[in-house]
């Protein structure tokens, strides 16, 4: 091989590694790019015990009476508390309209002192047909918005007793609030109280559903 | 003489080696430039106009969503502006992606604080920002498969940072968590409200500022970890 050759083969050699090298930069930095702005996960992976912070403009808190408008502003849920002299108390459960007047009254109930009610900040539906409120931190009633009875002789679906009736591998932990407008989204703890997966929990048909991620 | 040669043509092909991996690395970048980022992939591309389609059937998650009638005569007879009571001064909204939450300034008063839903299935971007555009209501749109969204409607969008926006969200109630597809969803009525009191830009002047930050604890204090424009 003369010395031409050589040369001729060195050059051709170095511009494929160069134009190998170039290209290996144009797609590196425009991967470095993109990666800033898609992840497959969620930024907060199961924070199960994140709280609830107050909005300024609708306050929940613990006292006599609690509310939370919808989303869309045209329906509150009033939960008024009584605190009975023989230490009970008595929740009352209404919806009204978006400025708490024509208020219907959807469900009574009298417990134990040690016993609690809650408003959630995500209650409502979407389509503003069902509610739901927390009881004693680890139950969720959930309602008709109407006043009607949520199935055939039922006031409401209490969904903590349908998890264990239906699914025996976990435990209802909460209720975050609603994936759609019959999808309650539901957390949930295992045995050995370690997180358990997230399900929907479907309103009218009472379906459980696994997700892949949670929430 | 040889030696010498020899040395001049291997210099030549260094050079010319640097050259092509020069136009190489110049020509890839024009001709396959890195994708915009987008919240909506599809509607980002394509239209961030104003748009109100009453009647429109949406669609999120694999469920049918009915989008809510919207009636631009209606808005002008609503509710007073946030913050009217509050002297004029420079307004500023942090959202606190560990919380989930959003705080809207005026000055050095909290005029607002509510809970809001951020990037589940993209990344809500860190970083310092203004308010480009306010749109009323538009249709967004994206995703793929069973996380393939289109939704009508959509209303009170604020957009930040390319179609990045705060906006209302109708198709779920599930506020504090992450639920998006990288905007910064809020309630209807929030959304309103925030909607009336922030502003776009308007003669020359930058909309309302906008700082996303991966913990917030009070105005100026915004931890922001890797944020596309932090401020100098």
């Known amino acids: ?215 | 003489m040889a030696k010498r040669s020899y040395l001049k043509l291997h210099l030549k092909t260094y050079l010319l080696a640097f050259f092509v991996g020069v136009v190489v690395f110049v020509g890839g970048k024009y001709f396959f430039p890195p994708k915009p980022p987008c919240a909506n992939s599809l509607t980002c591309q394509s239209d961030l106009s104003e748009k109100i389609e009453n009647g429109a059937i949406g669609m999120f998650q694999g469920h049918q969503v009915t989008a809510p009638k919207i009636d631009i005569a209606f808005d002008s007879t609503k509710h007073a502006v946030l913050g009217a009571n509050v002297p004029s001064a420079q307004k500023h909204v942090y959202v606190d992606l560990a919380s989930q939450t959003l705080y809207a300034y005026q000055g050095d008063t909290k005029i607002m604080q509510t809970l809001i839903a951020s990037g589940r299935w993209g990344k809500t971007p860190v970083g310092n920002f203004h308010i480009w555009q306010k749109l009323r209501s538009t249709r967004m749109a994206g995703g793929e498969g069973a996380d393939a969204y289109n939704l009508p409607n959509v209303p009170y969008v604020m957009y930040f940072y390319h179609d990045f926006g705060l906006h209302g969200a109708y198709w779920h109630d599930n506020f504090g968590h992450t639920m998006s597809h990288g905007c910064v969803n809020m309630r209807q009525v929030d959304a309103e409200s925030l909607f009336n009191w922030a502003d776009g830009p308007k003669d020359g002047s930058l909309g309302t500022a906008v700082s996303v930050c991966d913990k917030f604890t009070a105005p100026n204090i915004c931890v922001q970890n890797n944020p596309i424009n932090p401020i100098n």
């Open chain 1, 1 to 215: 091989m003369t010395i031409r050759h050589q040369i001729e083969l060195e050059t051709i050699s170095f511009v494929i590694l160069a134009a190998f090298i170039s290209s290996f930069f144009v797609l590196r930095s425009n991967q470095n790019f993109q990666q800033q702005f898609h992840i497959n996960f969620p930024i907060i992976a199961g924070n199960s015990t994140q709280n609830v912070i107050t909005p300024i403009s609708n306050p929940v808190s613990k006292v006599d009476t609690a509310s939370q408008i919808s989303p869309d502003g045209t329906k509150m849920l009033i939960m008024k508390t009584t605190h009975n002299i023989d230490g009970t108390l008595t929740y009352v459960i209404s919806a009204a309209d978006g400025s708490g007047l024509n208020e219907k009254q959807l469900y009574t109930t009298k417990v134990k002192g040690s016993e609690s009610m809650s408003v959630p900040f995500n209650a409502w539906s979407p389509d503003n047909k069902y509610l739901f409120v927390h009881k004693n931190g680890n139950d969720a009633l959930v309602f008709r918005a109407t006043g009607e009875p949520i199935a055939s002789g039922q006031t409401y679906f209490d969904v903590a007793d349908l998890f264990r009736e239906q699914n025996k591998k976990d435990m209802f932990s909460e209720a975050t609030g609603w994936a759609s407008e019959t999808l309650l989204i539901v957390n949930t703890v295992k045995a050995d109280n370690t997180k358990g997966s997230s399900y929907w929990f479907e309103v009218p048909s009472k379906a459980i559903i696994q997700l892949s991620s949670e929430f």
